[in-house]
């Protein structure tokens, strides 16, 4: 029987604690920050949860680069049947972003598996969704029982003044300015969710670039047609 490998999930670009605006989130950042230091001594479950668009997936792959010996599983793009992710129980920390979609479904048997693994090396897991896991009903009861144990976190979104950070922070990191007016004008006149935020600011630096021109307010109205 072949052994089954781990599939090298792609981190995305920025994705650590340092490009990460944490807001309300500072306790939890931390605890994320000094998640490999519980090596070798207990077991380590942590359940982040919150809307669309917090930061889960950032957080999550922030742990993925700062800390050896980590992987990143995306749930949506994977079924945890068939001994499909026996082969992440080697790691010492496995994140699995948005497990809501295993649950109620087959993929829990497979869930359970990586989490007694993982329990027994002493390792780490960290686990996101739009719920707590009170909030959830699980096919397995066992799993439903150990999960509810977990450490659980509301990823609270940012307050628009956190959301203005994160837009500076981004466009700096990308090497293109970003006037303090044309960041208030993008908050005030398109979507406050911070993932499509950043997506109209990508949409703006590409256009700026193809075209030659600076971000202002009126070539932001023009390229999003507002």
Aim: proline share 4%.
């Amino acid at each position: 029987m072949t052994e089954q490998q781990a599939l090298p999930f792609a981190l995305g670009e920025g994705g650590t604690f340092r490009h990460f605006v944490a807001g309300r989130n500072g306790e939890l950042v931390e605890r994320l920050r000094k998640f490999g230091q519980s090596s070798g001594h207990a077991f380590d479950c942590l359940w982040l949860f919150g809307d669309s668009g917090t930061g889960k997936t950032h957080l999550l792959q922030a742990v993925c680069s700062e800390q050896a010996n980590a992987a990143y599983i995306p749930a949506r793009e994977i079924v945890a049947e068939n001994g499909a992710i026996d082969a992440y129980g080697k790691f010492d920390t496995v994140t699995v972003d948005d497990v809501t979609s295993w649950i109620g479904t087959a993929s829990e048997r497979g869930l359970m598996g990586l989490y007694n693994v993982l329990r027994g090396r002493r390792a780490r897991l960290v686990l996101t969704a739009d719920r707590s896991p009170r909030d959830l009903r699980f096919a397995l009861p066992d799993l439903g029982s150990r999960l509810r144990a977990a450490a659980c976190y509301r990823v609270a979104p940012l307050d628009d003044r956190d959301k203005l950070r994160l837009l500076s922070g981004v466009a700096t990191a990308r090497g293109f300015e970003l006037p303090p007016e044309v960041a208030q004008f993008l908050l005030a006149r398109t979507s406050r969710d911070q993932r499509e935020l950043l997506g109209v600011l990508d949409r703006l630096d590409k256009a700026s670039l193809a075209q030659g021109r600076r971000l202002t307010i009126p070539f932001v109205k023009q390229t999003l047609s507002l």
